[in-house]
């Protein structure tokens, strides 16, 4: 195969969209996983005999396991690359899941959806770091959100069909399609995924820290966290929040999450799009802090309010809750620099998963023991903190964007200076 030019240098390889799809196959196939898990709840209760609070540990196993190893991957796929961390973590993640569907008792089950999640973590800062490789700043943005958007859809899908294999073959069916579905995107990287060409001359190389070590990664993990809060709240209690408060049939509510998922898929576009026009990440995702506080706190105010009013900036911030994590990513892997992107997403990744797994519980209670309204306006208040947590970082990007201008504008002139 012919060797494709740099990222950057005007002349990258169209197999860089080979790449691209193969990352969001395996980074779908998991999400698949992991967003879909909760539509078994029922026939997971039924075939095990579990309690509500059982049913709780079979879906927190998968996210346990992937925050114990996100960043171990990440590691990995910077020092072996991206094509055998995927195939080896996917591989290995359809067979876990071969052995939960065949569990012949709880705790079995719950060793398999534990396995499933630390090896499917594999897939987060492998395709991450591929984007990152062979996506130039023009273009990567955008490469990210499509990325991104495959979580969603890979969850929406995994929703929408999980129940019915359940009814027609039992857990076992379920879980034994979604380790087909982890086993295809494994062979389809090994077969498909290469590793990106050398970047373009003049191309600045990051010196700095490892992520682990470097505050920049760790400030805007930090916003990022906060960002997430508002995410977690609206997503995971739109519904309860649409039936229980508001008197909207189950349905209904069940398929504005739907409308909602499906808008922020198309927002992460949007917003890396944007991103790469404007050719910086953090200002935009700073904007994006803003609108997200000013709707929440517009959701918090009309809790109670006519419906005509509410239910259009209740879907407004949804929406916009959603779109900032392509943006995130993308301004990590940037940080970072190529050589550690994979542990620079899978670091973000981990502690966005921190974030997403404690502010719904926190939601809840806060929501138990006041009112809707205090539980939107506290949500609202995050995304102010992550707009300051993040004002050192856009300076800084401008620096690094000055410098990348420099050393390409010097590399242009002694390329051509006479011999």
Do not use: H, K
Not at 394 to 415: I, K, M, N, V, W
């Amino acid at each position: 195969m012919t060797v494709p030019t740099a990222p950057g240098s005007g002349a990258t390889s169209s197999y860089r969209w080979v790449v691209l799809a193969v990352g969001a196959l395996g980074a779908g196939a998991f999400a698949a996983l992991r967003m879909g898990l909760p539509a078994l709840s029922p026939a997971l209760r039924d075939e095990y005999d579990l309690t509500l609070g059982q049913v709780g540990l079979a879906l927190s196993a998968v996210a346990v396991g992937v925050m114990v190893t996100l960043i171990p991957w990440g590691i990995l796929t910077d020092r072996v690359g991206e094509r055998p961390v995927l195939g080896i973590g996917l591989i290995g993640t359809a067979v876990a899941l071969v052995a939960a569907a065949f569990a012949p008792s709880f705790p079995a089950l719950l060793g398999g959806l534990l396995a499933a999640g630390m090896l499917g973590a594999s897939a987060t800062g492998a395709s991450g770091r591929a984007v990152m490789g062979w996506f130039g700043r023009g273009e990567r943005g955008l490469a990210l959100g499509i990325r991104q958007m495959a979580l969603p859809l890979g969850g929406a899908v995994a929703s929408l069909t999980l129940p019915w294999l359940a009814g027609a073959g039992g857990v076992e069916a379920a879980l034994l399609t979604l380790a087909g579905l982890a086993f295809t995107a494994a062979i389809a990287a090994l077969v498909w995924m290469r590793d990106a060409p050398p970047p373009a001359l003049g191309s600045p190389v990051a010196d700095g820290p490892a992520p682990t070590r470097d505050p920049r990664a760790w400030r805007l993990g930090a916003a990022s966290g906060l960002l997430v809060i508002g995410q977690s709240a609206v997503l995971g209690f739109v519904v309860l929040f649409l039936v229980d408060e508001r008197g909207v049939g189950y349905g209904l509510a069940a398929a504005a999450l739907a409308v909602l998922q499906l808008g922020g898929a198309l927002a992460r576009l949007a917003a890396g799009r944007r991103s790469d026009l404007e050719g910086l990440r953090i200002p935009l995702l700073r904007r994006i802090a803003v609108a997200d506080a000013v709707l929440l706190g517009a959701v918090a105010l009309l809790a109670a309010g006519p419906g005509a009013l509410l239910y259009p900036v209740l879907a407004l911030a949804g929406v916009t809750a959603m779109c900032w994590n392509g943006l995130a990513f993308t301004a990590a892997a940037e940080i970072a620099g190529r050589r550690r992107a994979g542990t620079a997403v899978s670091l973000q990744n981990t502690i966005v998963s921190v974030g997403g797994a404690t502010a719904p519980a926190a939601f809840g209670a806060l929501v138990a023991a006041t009112s809707w309204t205090l539980g939107f306006a506290v949500c609202a208040a995050a995304p102010v903190a992550a707009f300051v947590v993040l004002r050192p970082l856009a300076g800084e990007e401008s620096a690094r964007a000055r410098e990348r201008e420099r050393r390409l504008a010097q590399a242009a002139a002694g390329a051509e200076a006479p011999a």
